[in-house]
Each structure stands twice: as structure tokens, then as C-alpha cells.
């Protein structure tokens, strides 16, 4: 078992080639293997034995996933979860502290504190709802997709200067959902990076939809994923388009950016002044790949190219 859902839909647990049937249960009995097991990026549970449980709904969820949802219950029929009893409340002294000595509209970081997915109901309530933070540090923690669906809900009607999610595996699922929250007409940011947060190329359709509506002279960092060539051109034809006003884009680490992917770029130097700089260092070009690169970058004249 796992406490994340996302986690389930990654081919290592049931795979994707056919329909899945997920059981979500309640209960006060599982316990965390963390520690003992390989899987070191998933909060792994086991679930004790003798435990009983009974069905209390169902729904179907992305993907066509059926979704089962179990409650734990006593000897005598009743739950021994009870829905109707109020949940205590997650806290996170540490974090709570950090953000109220804050002032509005000040730059929260939060880098590095082993932030798990709860812990963003805190940052949306303190660090977006009350301080209206428009510069947000949340590199290096351990958000999943569900918090970056957290995060999300609260995007739609506010500007951010700067978002940072680098070296967390919020994967496509979390990109999505952060796309779907800033390209609304209302919301908006300057600097968006998702280095090191495990996208793909579905990831890079996402995320043009969202260029495409956003008005602002963006800066979008997605250094060290698994983008191909096909995420290239997906994002560079939105670049290219009449509304966009991307100005710089860095794909480096990419292993999979091939040549393939050289024409399409030198085409997009040329295609609109806003668009500056891109950096592709470390991606899987040949030597006269770089060397073409460079050459349409000189011929520009004022772009920067880092290959």
C-alpha cells in the first residue's frame, strides 16, 4: 500500500496497459515501512491484520482509475473511523512560525524542510491567503502531485513575481495541475521553475496552454527532466505564436533533446523579439548540432544561447 496516490499511477506498481480498480481505506492501523523498503521516494503502508473494513462508495477518477473507497470498522458492524467526528487539525509548528513573522506580499522560503503534502494546506492558508506572498521557495521538499494540486486551487486571480518547485516529483500530474491554476486570465507569473520534478513531454503540453495565457514577459526553467524532442517543439511553436511573450526557456539536462530538435530552435530566434535567451547545456546534441545553434544565435544578433 501507499499514501500517495499518484505514486499508483506510475508503471512500477500495476502498470498502465489496462484498467485499474484502487482501494482507498481509512483506518487507524497502517503503518509506515518507509525505512525498510527500496522504494526510498514513497510513503509505503502496511496494513495490520484482522483488519476489517467495508465499502462506503466508489468513483471513477483520471484515466478511467476506479476508485474504491474503504472504511475501517469494529467487532460490532461500527466504524471506528468516524467521518462525522471532527479530524484534528495537521499542524506544523516550525512552518507556521516561519510564515507569520513574515510581512505581506514578502518572499517565502521554505527550501529544504522536508515539506510533505500537508504541509501546502498551511502554506495556502498562511503564505498565499493571508500574506499574499507573490514569491514563493519550495525546492527540495517532498511534494508530490497532491500538493501541487493543493497549491493549485488557490492560484486562479493571483499575480506571483516568482514560483519555485525544483526537486520535487510533482511529475505530470502536478504540472497540470499548476498549468490549469496559472493560465487562467486572472492568474499569472513572471519565473516558474520545475527543474528536477520528474515531467515528460505530456507535462510540456500543459504548460503551453498555460504560455499562451499568460501575459507576462515569462521566464520557465525545466532543467533535468525527461523532455524529448516532441516537448521541444511542443513548447517552442507556442513561443513562436503571436501571443506569447516567453523570453527565456532552459531545457538543460535533457538527455533526450536530440538534433532533431536544432532546426526548430534556431527557428524560434528568429520568429519573435521577446523570446532572449534558452539554455540546452548538457542535452544530447551532436557537435554540429552546438556549432549551428551558436551560429543562428550570432546571426540573431541579441540572443543568448548556452549549448
Not at 522504494?39 to 496494513?47: A, F, H, S, Y
Not at 471513477?60 to 474503504?70: A, T
Not at 539536462?253 to 530538435?261: E, F, L, V, W
Request: proline share 3%; glycine share 8%; aromatic share 6%.
Amino acid at each position: 500500500m501507499t499514501s500517495s496516490f499518484d505514486a499508483l499511477q506510475s508503471p512500477m506498481y500495476l502498470g498502465r496497459e489496462e484498467a485499474q480498480t484502487v482501494f482507498s481505506i481509512e483506518t487507524k492501523y497502517g503503518k509506515s515501512i518507509r525505512e525498510h523498503s527500496h522504494v526510498q521516494n514513497d510513503d509505503e503502508i502496511i496494513l495490520l491484520p484482522g483488519v476489517t473494513v467495508k465499502v462506503v462508495g466508489s468513483s471513477k477518477g483520471e484515466d478511467g482509475i476506479q476508485i474504491v473507497q474503504l472504511r475501517e470498522i469494529g467487532p460490532d458492524g461500527g466504524n471506528l473511523v468516524n467521518s462525522s467526528s471532527p479530524i484534528e487539525e495537521y499542524h506544523n509548528p516550525n512552518l507556521e512560525r516561519i510564515i507569520r513573522s513574515l510581512g505581506k506580499r514578502e518572499h517565502l522560503v521554505l527550501e529544504s524542510m522536508n515539506l510533505n503534502d500537508q504541509d501546502m494546506e498551511i502554506v495556502v492558508k498562511l503564505g498565499l491567503i493571508e500574506k499574499n506572498c507573490g514569491t514563493i521557495d519550495l525546492c527540495n521538499n517532498m511534494i508530490t502531485s497532491v500538493g501541487a494540486s493543493i497549491l493549485a486551487q488557490v492560484l486562479p486571480g493571483r499575480y506571483f513575481f516568482c514560483l519555485k518547485l525544483d526537486g520535487n516529483r510533482i511529475l505530470d500530474a502536478g504540472v497540470q495541475s499548476l498549468a490549469k491554476g496559472l493560465g487562467t486570465d486572472s492568474g499569472a507569473v513572471k519565473i516558474l521553475n520545475l527543474n528536477s520534478v520528474g515531467m515528460s513531454d505530456a507535462g510540456c503540453e500543459y504548460l503551453a496552454e498555460m504560455l499562451q495565457r499568460n501575459p507576462y514577459n515569462m521566464y520557465l526553467t525545466l532543467n533535468d527532466n525527461d523532455i524529448s524532442d516532441r516537448g521541444v517543439r511542443i513548447l517552442l511553436e507556442t513561443i513562436m505564436s503571436p501571443d506569447c511573450n516567453t523570453s527565456l526557456l532552459t531545457l538543460s539536462g535533457n538527455k533526450r533533446i536530440t538534433d532533431a530538435s536544432v532546426d526548430i530552435i534556431c527557428s524560434s530566434m528568429f520568429a519573435r523579439h521577446y523570446f532572449l535567451q534558452m539554455h540546452v547545456r548538457n542535452c544530447g546534441f551532436s557537435s554540429a548540432g552546438k556549432e549551428k545553434l551558436q551560429l543562428a544565435a550570432q546571426q540573431r544578433g541579441g540572443f543568448i544561447i548556452y549549448v
